[in-house]
């Protein structure tokens, strides 16, 4: 009887996004100068070499960069979820029929998880933060001074069929849809989903064609929450100075009619500043449109 079925423990947050990097200890300076993340966890292999770099944004949510082992392609490796109980998360997708690992596993961070692979292909982690793990350990110390965000409010990722990316976040882990947009009138663009128990959410992003490497720079995101959108440009403009970054800074109202900004890393990995409330208070209607798929 269903009863007896294991249940989906609770989805509790957005933990991390992982991407390989060309260079990061230029990555590293990006995020501690720019975004003001100061602390940074870092692991090294027997030879001294860095091997992963974790970056605080706060006690429950980071971003790892690693050492790149393809160079030009994709900047995504993976990301993860944060849920109640991770060994109840893996038998609850292996009842149904979606494969798992053998068992959980202890991650470098000393908490325990496990990796799957989403319908598109992404490496998906399920976490089950430890009090003693990183970055739980540190909670009470700030990520930095002066961070411009300390919360991971959305992620976003390529998506090829909106149809089958609903079977696994939609119909298994029970996100709730509730906004889709249109960046061209034609065909979808952007599917937002919050997580069952927690206010943040994914972003489905569709595409047609095969995405080039800058544009997947664009698809593979995360999203930050801000309180105030000029306050935090004038302070990410005065940080950035002159510097050379691989796109220009900008700064909009989206078609969600939520103030937006994008910043991009050294491999021209984005960033999203935005803010919660849309600028007016009305909400953009869903859009009706057919996905590309």
């Given amino acids: 009887m269903n009863e007896h079925r294991p249940q989906r423990p609770a989805v509790t947050g957005l933990a991390s996004m992982t991407f390989q990097s060309s260079d990061p200890a230029k990555a590293l300076a990006y995020y501690r100068d720019v975004h003001g993340w100061e602390d940074h ?7 001294g070499n860095l091997t992963n770099a974790f970056v605080k944004v706060n006690a429950r949510q980071w971003v790892e960069l690693r050492p790149e082992t ?3 392609t994709d900047r995504l490796i993976q990301f993860a979820f944060e849920v109640a109980d991770a060994e109840a998360m893996r038998l609850y997708l292996a009842d149904r029929g979606w494969k798992v690992p053998a068992s959980v596993s202890m991650s470098l961070l000393g908490n325990l998880g496990f990796l799957v692979n989403d319908p598109d292909g992404h490496l998906v982690e399920f976490i089950q933060l430890s009090p003693k793990g990183w970055p739980s350990r540190t909670r009470g110390e700030p990520a930095g001074l002066k961070p411009l965000s300390t919360t991971l409010m959305h992620l976003g990722f390529s998506v090829y069929s909106l149809d089958a990316s609903l079977k696994f976040y939609r119909d298994l882990l029970e996100c709730r849809e509730f ?3 249109s960046s061209d009138e034609k065909t979808l663009a952007w599917v937002q989903m919050k997580l069952p128990e927690d206010e943040n959410y994914i972003e489905l992003m569709l595409y047609d064609q095969p995405p080039t490497l800058e544009w997947l720079g664009v698809l593979n995101h995360f999203g930050l929450e801000v309180f105030s959108m000029s306050e935090t440009m004038e302070e990410a403009s005065r940080r950035m100075g ?23 890393d050294p491999d021209g990995t984005r960033a999203e500043f935005m803010e919660r409330k849309t600028f ?3 909400v953009t209607p869903s859009s009706p449109l057919p996905a590309p798929h």
Avoid: F, M
């Fill in 41 to 47: 966890y870092l692991r090294t292999d027997a030879q």
């Fill in 70 to 72: 393809a160079p030009q």
């Fill in 179 to 181: 906004w889709r947009g």
């Fill in 242 to 264: 002159p510097r050379p970054y691989p796109r220009e800074v900008g700064y909009s109202i989206g078609k969600c009619r939520h103030r937006l900004a994008n910043v991009y």
């Fill in 280 to 282: 007016d208070g009305s």
